[in-house]
């Protein structure tokens, strides 16, 4: 495990290695977190405050470390979630692109094995994808929803808290060089 | 010009993709109408998914309560002795029976009752995103649903059918904040705008300040949607708040208070009336009708004592005319020709042969009651009894 004395920032270009996984991990997984964004929330409301989408593209972006392969990772679970949605296709397809192309940025510059820091992402990319599309709504479609920011903040810890073991789990997955 | 691309080339790519979304976006705003291709792949892509974790989950939960309830019927019956435990099985097995409501066979009762043609799908998905108030439903074009069809259980409205793909159907529930339909309260017929508020309440909106209604009272379909069909209900009044220029009604919807699960999508929708009669809270158990006497008893009438009343002395002598004219009561078509009751009656064969003849009314007779239109059935979506 991580004592406080690791580092969280990368200390040179060799450290950021590309995480790679299989194709096949590519489409499951993100199809996975679709489908428990459709079936289980049916049987627990709870449930439904967990984005498993949002999670997936913040975490093949991190680990890719590729800004190119997390804006089309965060484009096409996007755009998958706006197709199930009553949404128009785009809105949270931008938003899943900006989420995925920020979070590769992330992954070039810290150690995102790090639970800390994954924690801290899980939170901050839960809010920026949450204010970001209540932005879309009010800008693009002229719909009155409203922000609460408390309220975003509790179901941002809580995302981070499940990012943390969803991420674990997923680590799992990559090859090993 | 190459080398400033290939700098930047990741924000150039993240600038592409954003625009051909927006531009996708836009054109949807702007022209109001979906992309419904791409959904149509999407939805019938996830169906089969989202079905075979149901049919999994639902087996798998059967399965479990099998085996629990086995274990705990094989526990009772080492316990205690055999004649308690038969009655105390059947005990647990009338409780139930009474306590807890079949749904299916609920929606199968009603869509026996109402007028409307319906079709009963279940819900195995529900829409993708945060809070989302969208169900994805097993039912689709293929069986008839069609976008804009109403989706009701027998407690009440759920919502309206948003896409129609081949396999399964979107469908918007009344609490999601753009759900909007026509509402008309029970007591003074005040008619409103119900709206979904993105929580477990709607509001009905529209409602003048001078306009009287009730908490409690019920709220049914108006019909003025074009989407539900009249007389359907919507839920009771939880809260009234006077307001200017109009109130602020907030209904506890009764549609989908214990949870959607199964519903029926309205294919056909016939308008209803509403109730007028306050609906009943409790339940009112009948009970079953009395077994035919026993002959031999001290107190029955002898059958062979002849017709007791002038209704028996009547049908017996309709009967007769009926026999002697080979007319089968109930089998004229509407129109046909009843049997000549003023006929005068065939010698010696009939008990009520000295009965002076009585002119019978033609609308009294079976064959011209089958003929006449039946009254408007109450609504079967009256909100069934508190259960």
């Known amino acids: 495990m991580y004592s406080s004395s690791d580092r969280i920032l990368l200390g040179s270009q060799r450290e950021s290695r590309i995480s790679k996984f299989r194709p096949w991990v590519l489409f499951v997984v993100p199809l996975l977190a679709i489908l428990f964004q459709i079936y289980i929330p049916q049987f627990s409301k709870f449930m439904a405050y967990l984005d498993m989408p949002l999670l997936v593209t913040v975490y093949f972006s991190l680990m890719r470390r590729s800004a190119v392969a997390g804006t089309f990772i965060g484009a096409l679970i996007g755009l998958a979630q706006d197709c199930l949605s009553k949404n128009p296709l785009g809105l949270y397809g931008i938003v899943k692109t900006l989420v995925g192309y920020f979070a590769a940025s992330v992954g070039l510059r810290f150690d995102v094995d790090h639970p800390f820091i994954r924690l801290l992402l899980g939170f901050f990319f839960f809010f920026f994808h949450q204010f970001f599309a209540w932005v879309m709504f009010r800008a693009l479609l002229g719909q009155q929803v409203g922000f609460d920011l408390q309220q975003t903040a509790v179901l941002g810890a809580l995302n981070a808290v499940v990012a943390l073991f969803l991420f674990h789990f997923l680590d799992r997955l990559r090859e090993t060089s | ?387």
């Not at chain 2, 939960?61 to 099998?66: L, Q, V």
């Not at chain 2, 409602?207 to 009771?236: C, H, I, L, N």
């Not at chain 2, 089958?370 to 259960?387: K, L, N």
């Open chain 2, 1 to 387: 010009m190459d080398t400033l691309l290939s700098r930047y080339r990741n924000v150039t790519i993240l600038v592409l993709v954003i625009m051909a979304q927006l531009v996708l976006l836009a054109y949807q705003v702007k022209s109001g109408s979906d992309v419904p291709l791409i959904r149509v792949w999407a939805v019938t892509a996830v169906t089969p998914l989202a079905r075979t974790l149901e049919g999994a989950r639902s087996g798998l939960s059967y399965f479990a309560s099998n085996y629990v309830t086995l274990r705990d019927t094989t526990s009772q019956n080492r316990q205690m002795r055999e004649e308690l435990g038969r009655l105390k099985m059947e005990n647990q097995y009338l409780r139930n029976e009474l306590s807890t409501a079949d749904r299916a066979r609920a929606l199968s009762v009603f869509q026996q009752h109402t007028q409307s043609r319906t079709l009963a799908a279940r819900v195995i998905g529900a829409g993708a995103g945060v809070g989302s108030k969208v169900v994805l439903v097993d039912r689709g074009s293929t069986a008839g649903v069609q976008k804009g069809m109403a989706v009701v259980t027998p407690d009440g409205i759920v919502g309206r059918v948003m896409g129609a793909y081949p396999f399964s159907s979107q469908v918007l529930l009344i609490t999601d904040a753009s759900f909007a339909a026509g509402v008309v309260s029970q007591k003074n017929r005040v008619h409103g705008v119900l709206k979904g508020q993105g929580d477990a309440n709607v509001k009905i909106d529209r409602v003048q300040s001078e306009e009287k209604v009730e908490v409690g009272e019920w709220f049914y379909t108006s019909g003025d949607d074009r989407v539900f069909p009249k007389g359907m209900p919507a839920g009771r009044v939880k809260i009234v708040r006077p307001g200017s220029p109009f109130q602020e009604i907030f209904l506890e919807p009764s549609g989908s208070q214990s949870g959607v699960e199964e519903v029926l999508i309205v294919l056909e929708g016939v308008h209803q009336q509403i109730p007028d009669l306050p609906v009943a809270s409790s339940v009112i158990h009948l009970l079953p009708a009395p077994p035919p006497d026993d002959a031999s008893g001290i107190d029955a009438p002898s059958s062979t004592a002849g017709p007791a009343t002038e209704a028996d002395r009547l049908r017996d002598r309709y009967k007769a005319l009926g026999a002697a004219q080979k007319h089968t009561f109930g089998e004229g078509a509407p129109g046909s020709k009843p049997p000549d009751f003023n006929a005068p009656l065939p010698t010696a064969t009939s008990p009520a042969a000295s009965t002076p003849p009585v002119a019978a009314p033609p609308a009294a007779t079976p064959a011209a009651q089958s003929a006449t239109p039946r009254p408007a059935a109450p609504p079967a979506s009256t909100p069934p009894p508190t259960r």
